[in-house]
DNA sequence: CAGCTGTTTCCTGGTT
DNA sequence: CAACCAGGAAACAGCT
């Protein structure tokens, strides 16, 4: 898609599935209730922090962790290990993860494609994608030769810090209200899902949505009636598709990640 | 620098 | 009447 950022890996000479960076995940969405801090950092001292990643010589083999095995290679229980961390470190909504999706070997995780992701866990999907993307262009030693990652993971904060930024900073507003549909703690029912299934959401607060979106961008003289108007906007593209109802508003063709998991 | 995207701002006119 | 909706037009900001 044309809104999407330059993919720009920190590895040229790999071959991979390009990296798609989440120009679309905010930091509310993944982090309700965490202070903020920089997702990266808590990526990279994922990576670097002993405490999540017992010492290698003390996995047996039959016994090991995720983490000490290449993603190709896992089991459907590496793959579950690897969810529930993700789940935990980065506190995804589970509500939004079809965990059935995923209990499948690690082969059939890494053929999935970012869509399927999305398909299978809503916006935590694409999260999800870049995470495992991550962990296979780091390559096996990622995880076992400290010398080599250390210089891997300085590489990959450098570079990938700079995507996470743009991420957080270039929400687009269709993006900011799926993200605020999507995540009740800071939704203060300012919106409400009208047709779940439809993606028909109705704007119960139109002041307090502007006032959000106005905070997000720094705009306080941000009004609903302005917001509206760039809403409307969104018909011509196909991420909104018009309903004939006051503050109501529908997702269309070519929005994403505001599906819930069909089982 | 030019051009493009995604709004932001403003406005006229019509609807609920 | 207040709060919305429809869009046109033009200004703007960030990015390529």
Request: net charge negative; with cysteine; hydrophobic share 30%.
């Given at each position: 898609?044309?809104s999407?950022?330059?993919n720009?890996?920190?590895h040229p000479s790999a071959?991979y599935p ?5 120009d ?9 209730n965490?202070?903020f801090c ?8 994922l ?5 999540y990643y ?6 047996t083999a039959?016994?090991s962790?995720w983490?000490s ?8 229980r ?18 939004c993860?079809?965990f059935?999706h995923?209990n499948i070997s690690g082969?059939?995780l890494?053929?999935?494609t ?9 916006l ?5 994608y ?7 262009t780091?390559?096996?030693?990622f995880?076992?030769d400290?010398?080599e ?12 810090g700079c ?21 009740p703690?800071?939704n ?8 779940r299934?439809?993606g028909?959401f ?9 006032k959000?979106?106005?905070q997000?961008k ?5 009004t ?10 969104y018909?011509k593209?196909?991420i909104?598709e018009?309903v ?10 070519n929005?994403?990640g505001?599906q819930?998991?069909?089982l």
């Amino acid at each position: 898609g044309p809104s999407l950022p330059h993919n720009h890996s920190p590895h040229p000479s790999a071959s991979y599935p390009p990296l798609v960076m989440l120009d679309s995940v905010t930091h509310s969405t993944f982090l309700p209730n965490a202070s903020f801090c920089d997702p990266l950092m808590s990526w990279t001292d994922l990576f670097s922090n002993e405490e999540y990643y017992p010492p290698f010589e003390h996995q047996t083999a039959c016994d090991s962790y995720w983490t000490s095995v290449h993603p190709e290679y896992w089991t459907k229980r590496h793959v579950w290990e690897w969810l529930q961390f993700c789940c935990d470190q980065y506190k995804l909504d589970t509500n939004c993860i079809s965990f059935c999706h995923f209990n499948i070997s690690g082969l059939q995780l890494c053929s999935m494609t970012q869509e399927e992701f999305v398909e299978a866990a809503g916006l935590c999907g694409e999260y999800l994608y870049f995470i495992l993307q991550n962990i296979r262009t780091q390559g096996y030693s990622f995880f076992n030769d400290a010398e080599e990652s250390k210089a891997t993971i300085k590489d990959c904060k450098l570079s990938q810090g700079c995507h996470w930024h743009m991420g957080l900073q270039s929400s687009h507003l269709w993006e900011f209200v799926r993200d605020l549909l999507l995540s009740p703690e800071e939704n203060c029912g300012i919106l409400e899902w009208e047709d779940r299934e439809q993606g028909i959401f109705r704007v119960v607060k139109s002041e307090a949505l502007a006032k959000m979106w106005g905070q997000r961008k720094k705009n306080d003289r941000m009004t609903y009636e302005k917001l509206s108007r760039a809403l409307r906007y969104y018909y011509k593209t196909g991420i909104l598709e018009r309903v004939d109802r006051r503050l109501v508003y529908k997702f269309g063709k070519n929005a994403h990640g505001w599906q819930e998991d069909k089982l």
